[in-house]
């Protein structure tokens, strides 16, 4: 699943060459993936780019006649300038956006099932899973009190609060599991048993891995995002592999319906 760090990537590769540009034709547009009828992307061809921004999860283009929000889903993303005839591996074509000087990006689905969403809005606010989000670990806002407030003294474990987007905007399953390694917490502790120390472990953890990912990832074309983020990886999808702080071999950790891979050395009240 895209989660924030490479959909900021995601952005900025796309803001800089799509920004000032008009918009030529959306096309192609799957109307399953469509949540706004009344309002089709057509409506938006002619205008101008303003500029490609990031709401949590999710990619919002603004233009001067309004804007076209993105959710690329589990299994969502885009691909740029690539040819028809250039093998996609499975990649189902949800819209075409095509600009004025040729240039275009493909909004693709990858899964067994279509959970890419397009919005044309007045506002990304107005998309109500945009609304609903907490605060964001990549804002330059972004402090330990707004880890506190989504922490609180709720008895929700761990992995799972840091997945709510209403409590924190744009992490996802494999960052959950990166910063809990980082934090050296497990990912069933609830957030009410915290101490002062592992709540400031893991603001630091939080801050560190995803603006550390944005760092690692700026400026790679969108092709190779997946790919670095799944190379970067310490624990995540890693079970069986040693870890990298301490040499443990990392485990699949079953709970609850969910799942986590993480150290049980570094986060030892996990493996209880």
Avoid at 11 to 30: K, N, P, Q, T, Y
Avoid at 257 to 270: F, H, I, R
Wanted: include cysteine; charged fraction near 25%.
């Amino acid at each position: 699943m895209p989660e924030s760090p490479e959909v900021q990537a995601l952005v900025e590769f796309l803001d800089e060459r799509m920004s000032g540009r008009a918009l030529a034709r959306i096309e192609d547009v799957d109307p399953r993936a469509l949540k706004t009828r009344e309002r089709p992307p057509a409506e938006l061809v002619g205008a101008r780019i303003v500029a490609v921004r990031r709401y949590g999860k999710h990619l919002a283009l603004e233009t001067g006649a309004g804007w076209l929000v993105v959710s690329f889903g589990r299994n969502g993303w885009i691909r740029w300038n690539l040819d028809d005839g250039v093998p996609a591996g499975a990649a189902q074509r949800i819209a075409r956006v095509a600009l004025d000087d040729g240039e275009r990006a493909d909004v693709v689905e990858t899964g067994d099932f279509l959970a890419v969403g397009l919005w044309v809005v007045d506002e990304p606010k107005d998309v109500a899973a945009i609304a609903a989000l907490g605060p964001d670990p990549l804002g330059p806002d972004f402090a330990p009190d707004d880890l506190e407030r989504a922490l609180g003294t709720r008895r929700k474990q761990l992995k799972a609060l840091l997945q709510e987007q209403r409590s924190l905007a744009g992490i996802g399953n494999a960052y959950s599991d990166e910063i809990l390694h980082r934090a050296r917490l497990s990912p069933t502790v609830h957030a009410a048993s915290l101490s002062a120390t592992d709540r400031e472990r893991l603001f630091a953890a939080t801050v560190e891995i995803l603006r550390g990912a944005v760092a690692d990832r700026r400026g790679l074309p969108p092709d190779r995002l997946k790919q670095a983020k799944v190379a970067a990886m310490a624990v995540h999808g890693r079970s069986g592999a040693s870890c990298p702080v301490c040499g443990a071999i990392i485990v699949d950790h079953v709970f609850a319906g969910a799942s986590a891979q993480l150290c049980p050395t570094c986060q030892a009240d996990a493996a209880g």
